[in-house]
């Protein structure tokens, strides 16, 4: 893995304040969204066999590259 000098920061400030976490806080939490943080979005019937068909090219070419 490589890590540029201009993320050093970042990085040493992430691991700071996880290890600083308590494993006990992180096991056990469901993180269920709240209804206010829930868009629901509705597509008509030919956008739902659109997005059908293109799921299902997806996953066949990915079985396919997989077997090769």
Same mark, same amino acid.
């Given at each position: 893995?490589? *890590?540029f000098t201009n993320k050093m920061h970042e990085i040493a400030?992430?691991?700071t304040q996880?290890?600083?976490l308590?494993?006990?806080s992180l096991v056990g939490q469901?993180? *269920?969204p709240s209804q206010d943080t829930v868009?629901?979005?509705q597509i008509s019937a030919e956008a739902m066999k659109q997005q059908i068909l293109d799921q299902a090219r997806t996953e066949v070419l990915a079985q396919i590259?997989?077997?090769r």
């Open positions: 893995m490589t *890590v400030h992430l691991t996880l290890s600083m308590k494993p006990s469901e993180q *269920v868009d629901t979005v590259r997989n077997t």
